[in-house]
């Protein structure tokens, strides 16, 4: 059948920020390709934001405008919704459910709702017969849920970690290059528009966490989890440790990890110290990358723009496309009915190597009080190194250590805090790759 003699796919679009705008333009560019692609025409039919006047680079003229983008659902000149808002709840939550019930497919980008709400979408989905898909909502242009939910359906995928956040990983990245600060650089994520509409969502590790939840729920056959999974951000990364990281071998990175094992899943989200040598240590700027561990293919390596208009609205047309062609699958990747139950493993029982900063006074004495500490702790080290005066008074002595398991690392921080020759909090970051 030719793609003119099917019924067009009408469109709605909800939120004209950055990936929205994204959408349209390569709607309006790759209309034709898009089409024949898709195997029927793909038509926008209506639209909606907050602001009717705000000028955004595209003409809106041709489409229906809705002050209230939850009246998009009821719309019979809609088929398919696509959400670029934003929030776990609020307006996209509700319109998540009003198109969803009504048997209308629902695209977005919004990996919070797909986090916190996922499972319930999902029924919603199943029940009603309709498709739900978020392609961009992790790692931007990269399409890694395909890869997950298609490309390895015939793996036991045993763990994946990765660059999640294309704002930490610009902010790090000038940080180490430029020696800039942090607010300065995260200026320039938001001016590039990379960063969430409340950007302590990316400096604080919650949008990795959002994310590796969906990766782990896709990669282990259990509902995203954000209940049991320990995050941490960039907030706290000096630029001395910037320059320690690169003198040991290694470079900070955000990642968010999820792994299974015959305890259950651990995910978790943290920087980490990822050796100079490990693929994830090259990559820079807003790029993210992801490696994922499967037991037939063994590991494989996604790479690409993880935020930014083009590559996140590059991922939302891949699904409005696999749509219009009728490739849909549940959106969980197996029914919600199947989903396995399986136990959160606590960050205290993760086994792994540190590496600790602690700003000492310069005095005899003090590093026997440290390696004492760590002795009583059982804490084995790996390399010791000890600094000239810091501007601030004090001397920094940095120690990586041996495999740990965490709880003793925390007892270990916790010891050395009340020791009266440290003088601020220890710094701790996990050695990851
Ligand atoms: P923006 O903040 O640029 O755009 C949000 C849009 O939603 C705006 O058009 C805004 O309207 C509209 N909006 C906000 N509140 C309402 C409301 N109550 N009713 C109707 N419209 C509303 O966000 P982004 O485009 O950056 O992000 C959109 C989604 O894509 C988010 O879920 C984000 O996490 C996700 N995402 C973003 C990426 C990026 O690089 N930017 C990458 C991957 C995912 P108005 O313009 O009138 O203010
Ligand atoms: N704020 C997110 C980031 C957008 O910086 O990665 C892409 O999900």
């Not at 919070?112 to 989905?125: P, T, V």
């Not at 935020?307 to 699958?329: C, F, K, M």
Request: glycine share 10%; net charge negative; proline share 4%.
């Amino acid at each position: 059948m030719s793609s003119s003699s099917k019924e067009p796919l009408k469109v709605g679009i909800a939120g004209l920020g950055t990936v929205g705008v994204g959408v349209i333009k390569i709607m309006e560019t790759h209309n034709a390709m898009l089409t024949a692609r898709g195997g029927r025409t793909i038509e926008i039919s209506a639209v909606s934001a907050r602001d009717r006047g705000r000028e955004r680079g595209v003409d809106l003229a041709p489409y229906a405008w809705c002050d209230n983008p939850v009246e998009l659902a009821s719309r019979d000149d809609v088929d398919l919704i696509i959400e670029l808002i934003g929030g776990s709840d609020g307006p996209a939550y509700a319109l998540a459910k009003e198109t969803l019930s009504r048997g209308k497919s629902f695209v977005t980008a919004n990996k919070a709702l797909i986090a916190c709400h996922g499972k319930e979408l999902a029924g919603l989905a199943e029940a009603s017969g309709a498709s739900l898909r978020y392609e961009a909502a992790v790692a931007g242009g990269i399409p890694v849920i395909k890869a997950l939910a298609e490309g390895l359906v015939g793996n036991d995928v045993s763990g994946l970690y990765g660059i999640l956040n294309g704002t930490c990983n610009y902010i790090l990245t000038r940080m180490e290059r430029e020696g800039l600060d942090f607010a300065e650089v995260l200026e320039d994520a938001q001016r590039l528009g990379y960063a969430e509409a409340d950007p302590t969502f990316d400096i604080d590790g919650i949008d990795t966490a959002h994310k590796t939840a969906i990766l782990a729920a896709l990669a282990f056959g259990t509902a995203p989890d954000m209940d049991n999974l320990p995050t941490e951000g960039i907030r706290n990364i000096a630029p001395v440790d910037i320059d320690y990281a690169k003198e040991l071998g290694y470079r900070i990175k955000l990642l968010g990890v999820a792994r299974r094992t015959d305890d259950g899943i651990e995910t978790r989200v943290h920087p980490a110290m990822v050796s100079l040598s490990a693929p994830l240590a090259k990559v820079m700027d807003a790029i993210n990358a992801v490696v994922i561990n499967g037991d037939f293919v063994g590991q494989t390596v996604y790479e690409g723009a993880g935020a930014g208009e083009g590559p996140t609205a590059s991922s939302v047309v891949a699904d409005i496309i696999d749509i219009a062609r009728g490739n849909t699958y549940a959106p969980l990747g197996i029914p919600v009915s199947d989903l396995q139950e399986l136990p959160a493993i606590p960050a205290e029982k993760h086994l792994g190597t540190y590496y600790i900063r602690l700003r000492v006074e310069d005095r005899p004495g003090v590093m026997a009080d440290i390696t004492s500490v760590l002795a009583e702790k059982n804490v084995s080290i790996k390399s010791m190194l000890q600094r000239g005066k810091c501007d601030d008074g004090g001397v920094y002595i940095v120690l990586t250590t041996h495999e740990t398991v965490e709880a003793c690392i925390a007892k270990t921080l916790n010891h050395f805090t009340n020791l009266e020759c440290v003088l601020e909090t220890p710094t701790m970051l996990r050695i990851e790759a």
